[in-house]
């Protein structure tokens, strides 16, 4: 069983309380009604899905109930960091020392 760390929480709780709700820091398009069906395609539907580390937006349903953006390690299925939503994206460098620290598949 994972455990995950709710950053509102600060507990880490069992993964059968959260839910994935899939790629974290989408942006959405500022004029949507005015961008092309294939613009529309990539920001809606098309997703990122690397094996190795990925950023993931994740609710706490059966706790707090708020959602929260995580750093996961696809390989290991490790979590690395959680941190609150609209926080800014940890930079390479970061990740990279998460890796290197809890001993993340390389």
Known sequence: MLLIKCPYCQEERSELEFHGAGEAHIVRPSNIAEI???????????????????FERWRHLHGCGRFF??????????????????????????????????????
Do not use: C, M
């Open 69 to 106: 953006n995580a750093v996961r390690d696809t390989v290991s299925d490790k979590f690395l960091l959680t941190y609150k939503a609209g926080e800014a994206k940890p930079d390479d460098a970061a990740v990279q020392a998460l890796i290197d620290n809890k001993g993340a598949a390389k």
């Open 36 to 54: 092309s069906d294939e613009e529309f395609e990539a920001y809606f539907f098309l997703r990122d899905n690397p094996k190795g580390i990925i």
